[in-house]
């Protein structure tokens, strides 16, 4: 039986992925950050006992700050394939904890490789790895992006995944290690936290549709992004460590919109305004930003056949039918008598 491990099992492509390995058979090991409150509701769905003896998905507490640890996981599941997606994944964050970002997002990286590197060594079993890397290391360069274009970062985030990624260019070129970087545009979900712009957006505007706010604030409404959807992201980590040669790979839909346009898809599809809603606050402006992303995957399509199957009309319509039965469940709550808040509200 195939054995993965995954970092940022909890994180929104982990729970995706998970599905996925699951599905093809695998066991699936992820790695669980200690928290002071559960963190685990995108794969508890997928929870077996693992005293069942038909479990195949397992959980090890473990962070990508601690080698360490890192390294006894990896000892102990002795798995076949690695997806490394654990990361401080959000860009305005890194600018208030850069030091924080790159010590996960590049330092975290290299323990990981370096933990890899030394079990493959002592076993000689095979252990290839992804390394989810992302369009923000494009950052200033301008569209369309493909994996020739050069890297220009602008942020702590950006740059800290750079370092990830010419890490794994050199651990395969210097030690021969089966080791590919997927370069991922935008890709959100029904499961993108709730603090990315499209989430923030489809959250906010169902939460107006039935009067639970009145107001979403945010920043630049002019930058444009490559979104698709998580669940066609995936299958593209999967298939680029089937090949018998590992590569980097840029994963795109190929087309971009503004978040204005975002924006009016999601209130159009709720027959909203959303002029009369949306305010523009500068603390969500960035101190650099990305202005306009859109990713060039004819080299995925070509020697892998990915190709996404979620367009934005479809990204859309799922992440608002999903956000309206969440705030129609608020609002009978409410109605009830209920005092409810949504989760994560104050870090929104
Ligand atoms: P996400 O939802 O923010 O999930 C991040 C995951 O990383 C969570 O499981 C989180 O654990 C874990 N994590 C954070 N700090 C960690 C640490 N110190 N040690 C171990 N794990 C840690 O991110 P995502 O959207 O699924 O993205 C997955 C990966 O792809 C990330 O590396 C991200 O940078 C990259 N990426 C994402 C996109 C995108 O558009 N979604 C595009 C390109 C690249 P907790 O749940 O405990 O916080
Ligand atoms: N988060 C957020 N909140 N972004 C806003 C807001 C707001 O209120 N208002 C405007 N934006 C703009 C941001 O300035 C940015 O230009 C765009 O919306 C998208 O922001 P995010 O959804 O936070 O995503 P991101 O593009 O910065 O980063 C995401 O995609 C990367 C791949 O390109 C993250 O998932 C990264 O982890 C990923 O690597």
Redesign the pocket.
């Known amino acids: 039986m195939p054995r993965a491990l995954i970092?940022?099992?909890?994180?929104?492509?982990?729970s995706y992925l998970t599905e996925l390995l699951l599905g093809l058979g695998y066991e699936v090991h992820g790695?669980?950050?200690r928290?002071s409150t559960f963190?685990t509701d995108r794969i508890d769905h997928l929870y077996q006992d693992p005293h069942a003896p038909d479990a195949r998905l397992f959980l090890h507490f473990?962070?990508?700050?601690d080698g360490t640890g890192l390294r006894q996981v990896l000892e102990e599941v002795q798995p076949h394939e690695v997806y490394n997606?654990?990361?401080?994944?959000?860009v305005a964050v890194s600018f208030k904890q850069p030091e924080y970002t790159a010590d996960?997002?590049g330092l975290?990286t290299l323990r990981l490789l370096e933990a890899i590197r030394d079990v493959q060594g002592r076993t000689s079993d095979v252990i290839r790895l992804y390394q989810?890397?992302?369009?923000e290391m494009f950052g200033g360069s301008p569209p369309p992006q493909s994996e020739t274009t050069p890297f220009y970062p602008r942020s702590p985030y950006g740059a800290a995944?750079v370092m990830a990624h010419h890490l794994v260019v050199n651990y395969r070129e210097a030690y021969g290690l089966h080791m590919s970087n997927g370069i991922?545009?935008?890709?959100?979900s029904e499961r993108r936290?709730e603090t990315f712009v499209t989430r923030k957006i489809t959250r906010a505007a169902t939460r107006i549709k039935l009067g639970l706010q009145e107001v979403l604030y945010l920043g630049n409404l002019d930058a444009e992004r490559d979104w698709g959807h998580?669940e066609d992201y995936v299958r593209a980590m999967h298939l680029m460590l089937q090949q018998d040669e590992p590569d980097d790979y840029v994963i795109a839909t190929g087309e971009s919109h503004t978040v204005r346009a975002f924006v009016e898809r999601v209130f159009a599809a709720l027959e909203l305004d959303w002029e009369r809603y949306v305010r523009i606050d500068p603390r969500y402006h960035r101190p650099t930003e990305v202005d306009a992303l859109r990713g060039d995957a004819r080299k995925a399509t070509e020697r892998l056949g990915w190709t996404p199957v979620v367009g934005v009309d479809e990204l859309v319509r799922r992440m608002v039918a999903n956000d309206l039965e969440l705030a129609h469940q608020e609002r009978t709550l409410r109605d009830a008598g209920h005092v409810v808040a949504p989760r994560g509200l104050a870090s929104a």
Request: charged share 15%; hydrophobic share 35%.
């Open positions: 970092t940022g099992v909890t994180g929104q492509d982990g790695l669980i950050r928290a963190n473990a962070d990508l700050t997606l654990g990361a401080q994944s959000h996960v997002d975290g989810a890397g992302t369009s995944k991922l545009f935008n890709h959100e936290g998580a």
